[in-house]
Protein backbone atom coordinates (compact mmCIF):
# COMPACT_ATOMS: atom_id res chain seq x y z
CA UNK A 1 0.00 0.00 0.00
CA UNK A 2 3.02 2.51 0.68
CA UNK A 3 4.20 2.16 -2.82
CA UNK A 4 0.68 2.55 -4.08
CA UNK A 5 0.25 5.66 -2.25
CA UNK A 6 3.19 6.90 -3.39
CA UNK A 7 2.87 6.29 -7.02
CA UNK A 8 -0.43 7.54 -7.56
CA UNK A 9 0.62 10.56 -5.44
CA UNK A 10 3.35 11.19 -8.03
CA UNK A 11 1.44 9.80 -11.12
CA UNK A 12 -2.25 11.54 -10.34
CA UNK A 13 -1.54 14.62 -8.46
CA UNK A 14 2.13 15.29 -9.43
CA UNK A 15 4.22 16.88 -12.57
CA UNK A 16 2.96 13.88 -14.70
CA UNK A 17 -0.14 13.33 -16.82
CA UNK A 18 -2.22 11.41 -14.88
CA UNK A 19 -1.35 7.58 -17.00
CA UNK A 20 2.04 6.87 -18.01
CA UNK A 21 2.22 8.00 -22.22
CA UNK A 22 5.03 6.74 -24.23
CA UNK A 23 5.64 10.18 -26.14
CA UNK A 24 6.27 9.41 -30.23
CA UNK A 25 6.53 5.80 -30.59
CA UNK A 26 6.18 4.43 -34.20
CA UNK A 27 3.91 6.24 -36.53
CA UNK A 28 4.92 10.03 -34.30
CA UNK A 29 1.46 9.53 -32.63
CA UNK A 30 1.23 9.54 -28.52
CA UNK A 31 -0.28 6.45 -26.84
CA UNK A 32 -1.06 5.18 -23.74
CA UNK A 33 1.28 2.82 -22.29
CA UNK A 34 0.89 -0.61 -21.52
CA UNK A 35 1.81 0.62 -17.90
CA UNK A 36 -1.87 2.48 -17.85
CA UNK A 37 -3.57 -0.98 -17.91
CA UNK A 38 -1.87 -2.20 -15.19
CA UNK A 39 -2.64 0.64 -12.97
CA UNK A 40 -5.82 0.13 -13.46
CA UNK A 41 -5.90 -3.53 -12.79
CA UNK A 42 -4.45 -2.74 -9.45
CA UNK A 43 -7.92 -2.02 -8.49
CA UNK A 44 -10.32 -3.75 -10.13
CA UNK A 45 -7.96 -6.99 -9.90
CA UNK A 46 -6.00 -6.53 -6.74
CA UNK A 47 -8.32 -4.09 -3.99
CA UNK A 48 -11.72 -5.74 -5.24
CA UNK A 49 -10.76 -9.27 -6.51
CA UNK A 50 -12.92 -8.97 -9.34
CA UNK A 51 -13.11 -12.03 -11.88
CA UNK A 52 -15.28 -12.38 -13.87
CA UNK A 53 -17.21 -15.88 -14.28
CA UNK A 54 -19.65 -15.36 -17.06
CA UNK A 55 -21.49 -12.60 -19.45
CA UNK A 56 -23.33 -11.40 -16.33
CA UNK A 57 -21.11 -12.62 -13.44
CA UNK A 58 -18.37 -12.21 -11.55
CA UNK A 59 -16.90 -13.45 -8.26
CA UNK A 60 -15.29 -10.41 -6.22
CA UNK A 61 -12.52 -10.73 -3.23
CA UNK A 62 -11.82 -7.79 -1.69
CA UNK A 63 -8.56 -6.52 0.36
CA UNK A 64 -9.99 -4.06 2.36
CA UNK A 65 -6.59 -2.12 3.59
CA UNK A 66 -6.74 -2.08 7.74
CA UNK A 67 -6.55 1.27 8.11
CA UNK A 68 -9.74 1.96 5.15
CA UNK A 69 -13.50 2.13 6.85
CA UNK A 70 -14.43 1.08 3.62
CA UNK A 71 -14.08 1.19 -0.78
CA UNK A 72 -16.76 1.95 -3.15
CA UNK A 73 -15.90 1.11 -6.96
CA UNK A 74 -18.71 3.27 -9.02
CA UNK A 75 -20.36 3.74 -12.22
CA UNK A 76 -18.96 0.06 -13.36
CA UNK A 77 -19.77 -0.90 -16.75
CA UNK A 78 -19.65 -4.61 -17.47
CA UNK A 79 -21.45 -8.11 -17.18
CA UNK A 80 -24.33 -6.33 -19.33
CA UNK A 81 -25.30 -4.01 -16.47
CA UNK A 82 -23.86 -0.78 -14.54
CA UNK A 83 -24.04 -1.29 -10.78
CA UNK A 84 -21.63 0.05 -8.12
CA UNK A 85 -19.74 -2.25 -5.42
CA UNK A 86 -19.56 -0.88 -2.80
CA UNK A 87 -17.54 -2.46 0.58
CA UNK A 88 -17.47 -1.71 4.17
CA UNK A 89 -16.19 -3.64 7.10
CA UNK A 90 -18.36 -4.59 9.90
CA UNK A 91 -17.26 -6.76 13.20
CA UNK A 92 -17.71 -10.34 11.51
CA UNK A 93 -15.55 -9.04 8.32
CA UNK A 94 -17.02 -7.28 5.25
CA UNK A 95 -20.57 -5.74 3.85
CA UNK A 96 -20.10 -6.06 0.19
CA UNK A 97 -22.94 -4.56 -1.68
CA UNK A 98 -24.16 -4.18 -5.34
CA UNK A 99 -26.18 -1.03 -6.43
CA UNK A 100 -27.81 -0.05 -9.48
CA UNK A 101 -29.75 2.65 -10.18
CA UNK A 102 -29.18 4.31 -6.51
CA UNK A 103 -30.48 1.73 -4.67
CA UNK A 104 -29.02 -1.40 -3.00
CA UNK A 105 -29.05 -4.31 -5.08
CA UNK A 106 -27.48 -7.66 -3.80
CA UNK A 107 -25.44 -7.75 -0.62
CA UNK A 108 -23.17 -10.31 0.71
CA UNK A 109 -21.12 -10.52 3.85
CA UNK A 110 -18.36 -12.32 4.04
CA UNK A 111 -14.93 -13.05 6.33
CA UNK A 112 -12.18 -10.99 4.58
CA UNK A 113 -10.08 -13.59 2.01
CA UNK A 114 -13.85 -15.23 0.95
CA UNK A 115 -14.50 -15.09 -2.61
CA UNK A 116 -18.72 -13.79 -3.10
CA UNK A 117 -20.18 -14.79 -6.76
CA UNK A 118 -22.48 -12.07 -8.21
CA UNK A 119 -25.11 -12.83 -10.68
CA UNK A 120 -26.83 -10.32 -12.20
Not at 17 to 46: D, I
Not at 111 to 120: I, L, N
Request: aromatic share 12%; net charge positive; hydrophobic share 40%.
Amino acid sequence: MDFLKRYSQRRLLGEHVPYPVEAWPEGNQRHLAAESALYCRLFTEGLFGIRPTGFRSFTAMPRLPADWKGMSFRNVHAFETVFDLVVTRTEGGLRIETQRNGRSDLVKIVKAGEPVQFTF
